[in-house]
């Protein structure tokens, strides 16, 4: 590929991300603060560099998978000035609707492009290649970013204009957190009453209240062998991720005027539970209702 890539974030996501399109051939300047990641980037045969303005003043597409909102907003004032013009800036953060808008205005007003393209999939999925892009931008620019994104993804969707992708993701991910949940209270609900987890699986994975959580992400060890809850609910997708999601989506609940009490519910459940399992998978939520049950059931 003649095209040179600078990527921003070398994390658990950011860093198989990149190492995907180096096996498709392209050249990519990599930037990460964490030694560790650098070190993984090297290995992955990136050419890892010394700051963020130099990863992106040699390179044609910039692609960006950073913690918050804020940070991507400092990031693009301190490397916008030095990109080369016409410069296509992916941001596949997971960030507020307001704060992707905001980056792309920044983008566009230094003579550049934009578009966001948070992601779905977990770590598993930035290995395998098989993400899925919700994006955000121009029809142009989308355009101009698909051969990348098919790359690292098995699905990419162009949802509207300026942070539009970002919505897709938030909702996304609210429903995801609201079915954990309910899965979670289902499964204790089934051990109090004598239903043992196989046979929950069995009825429920071809009932009416199937879902992805369930079938693809059990929260009890056995059904699905690859769930996290079969590794002591190493993550997989962090509790502290699901919280920040949540969080994202009861900010927008409320901006937006909309009755959102469960999503509202889910995200204040979360954010309990962060405080003390935030490493931990978020699918481990049974095991804090399993824990709260037990608790009320003693003092009844």
Not at 60 to 66: C, K, Q
Not at 70 to 77: A, G, N, P, T
Not at 115 to 120: H, T
């Amino acid at each position: 590929m003649t095209e040179k890539v600078g990527f921003l974030g070398l994390g658990h996501m950011g860093g198989p991300m990149a190492a995907n399109l180096i096996k498709a051939g392209y050249e990519v300047l990599a930037f990460d603060p964490v030694p560790a990641a650098q070190e993984q980037a090297r290995r992955d045969g990136a050419t890892v560099v010394a700051t963020a303005v130099e990863a992106v003043a040699a390179a044609d597409i910039v692609l960006t998978m950073l913690p918050s909102g804020r940070i991507v907003l400092d990031v693009y004032r301190e490397v916008l000035p030095s990109a080369k013009p016409g410069t296509l800036f992916i941001d596949s953060s997971t960030i507020d609707v307001a704060d992707a808008v905001a980056a792309a205005e920044l983008a566009v007003a230094q003579g550049h492009r934009a578009v966001d393209a948070p992601v779905s999939g977990g770590v598993g999925g930035a290995v395998a290649g098989t993400l899925t892009f919700m994006v955000g931008g121009p029809e142009a620019d989308f355009a101009d970013a698909l051969p990348l994104l098919e790359i690292m993804g098995g699905k990419v969707v162009h949802c509207g204009g300026a942070g539009v992708g970002q919505a897709a993701k938030i909702c996304n991910n609210m429903l995801l957190g609201i079915s954990m949940i309910g899965l979670s209270e289902a499964l204790v609900l089934g051990e109090k009453l004598g239903l043992t987890h196989d046979k929950f699986y069995d009825v429920v994975s071809t009932a009416s209240g199937q879902s992805w959580a369930l079938t693809s992400y059990c929260p009890v060890p056995g059904p699905v062998p690859a769930s996290p809850a079969n590794n002591d609910y190493q993550p997989g997708f962090a509790t502290a991720l699901m919280n920040k999601d949540l969080g994202l989506a009861a900010n927008a609940l409320r901006t937006n005027g909309v009755d959102g009490r469960i999503g509202l519910l889910a995200a204040e459940i979360y954010s309990r539970f962060n405080q003390d399992e935030a490493g931990k998978d978020f699918s481990a939520i049974v095991t804090d209702i399993r824990k709260r049950s037990e608790s009320e059931g003693e003092s009844a």
